[in-house]
């Protein structure tokens, strides 16, 4: 197990998890409206899709995984893209949950379909299998796994956003606030995107 990549890994995918994105910004909105029981649903919907989705990602990437050169160019491109996506993050304010707005009850297939057209989570799962596609080995299995650890990750911070979508949205519509919090996220996916293309 090579423990600064497990590391790098579980920098990578806290801040891509816990902010904003479709998901997130969905549940604070859902929840905030309809309250935590009623949002679960749609919850346990979205970790079924992106896991799903995070797999059929890993069957593609263990495929070539053997082809170094489709491999390393790969794991450029992630590198680029997780410093592109920190930067913009630094530098962006967040929106409100208000500015997304669900007043329609939504469920488990509404949360599952919404992965299919969820830009960040397909950017989000082939730069994690480019970059840490092998960490647990080669093959499907290693892939599984990988996307196991982005599950364990990924479905407290829906829960999160969900729980306190009330106080999140206060918090995200002070500018002071979230300029620290996306600074934070930001900073930690560039200092990621550097790791990545580091010799090792």
């Known amino acids: 197990m090579d423990w600064a990549a497990l590391i790098a890994l579980l920098v ?10 479709p998901n997130n910004m969905l549940c604070a909105a859902h929840g905030a409206q309809h309250g935590f029981r009623a949002t679960l649903p749609l919850t346990w919907g979205m970790v079924v899709g992106w896991s799903t989705l995070g797999l059929v990602v ?4 263990a495929s070539i995984e053997s082809n170094k050169a489709v ?13 592109y996506l920190g930067i913009s993050i630094a530098r962006n304010q967040a929106k409100s949950a208000g500015e ?14 919404l992965q299919l057209v969820n830009g960040k989570a397909w950017v989000h799962f082939l730069a ?55 600074l934070s996220l930001g900073l ?13």
């Not at 890993?58 to 990437?61: I, L």
């Open 12 to 21: 990578f995918i806290t801040p891509m998890v816990f902010s904003p994105g």
């Open 128 to 182: 994690l299998m480019a970059t840490w596609g092998t960490l647990f080995g080669e093959g499907i299995g290693s892939k599984a796994l990988l996307v196991m650890v982005n599950a364990l990750a990924g479905y407290p911070a829906v829960l999160t956003w969900a729980l306190f979508g009330t106080r999140l949205s206060i918090m995200m519509n002070s500018p002071r606030n979230a300029k620290r919090l996306n």
């Open 188 to 200: 930690s996916l560039v200092a990621v995107a550097f790791w990545v293309v580091m010799p090792r």
């Open 71 to 83: 491999f390393d160019a790969l794991t450029y491109a992630g590198a680029a893209y997780i410093a």
């Open 58 to 61: 890993g069957m593609v990437t």
């Open 100 to 113: 997304a707005k669900e007043t329609q009850r939504l469920g488990f297939r509404t949360g599952a379909a």
